[in-house]
Nanobody, 114 residues
Framework: QVQLVESGGGLVQAGGSLRLSCAASGNIFSGNVLGWYRQAPGKQRELVASITNEDSTNYADSVKGRFTISRDNAKNTVYLEMNSLKPEDTGFYLC????????WGQGTQVIVSS
């Protein structure tokens, strides 16, 4: 059974930084586009960052210039560096493949206080 485990969330003041990690239990990342998704309170889950197997990245306008996604296929891990955090970044952050989902993990909660 494939398992995704996100970590690194927490409570941070506006302007602060966090680094999220997502580890997969099996070799399910290599060759696939990976993404970080945000589930904000009362809102639909949205894709905030994605990265191809060739390390080409794409970001939602709301996080562009502040978030950086990266991956380590050898470790079956994807990362999200979050800088200049804003209260509107608050939510649960989850990772998955883009378009070829595997079972979702629990996510990691990010709370940004103003």
């Amino acid at each position: 059974q494939v398992q995704l485990v996100e970590s690194g969330g927490g409570l941070v003041q506006a302007g602060g930084s966090l680094r999220l990690s997502c580890a997969a239990s099996g070799n399910i990342f290599s060759g696939n586009v990976l993404g970080w998704y945000r589930q904000a309170p009362g809102k639909q889950r949205e894709l905030v960052a994605s990265i191809t197997n060739e390390d080409s990245t794409n970001y939602a306008d709301s996080v562009k210039g502040r978030f950086t996604i990266s991956r380590d296929n050898a470790k079956n891990t994807v990362y999200l560096e979050m800088n200049s955090l804003k209260p509107e970044d608050t939510g649960f952050y989850l990772c998955n493949r883009v378009g070829k989902f595997v079972p979702w993990g629990q996510g990691t909660q990010v709370i940004v206080s103003s």
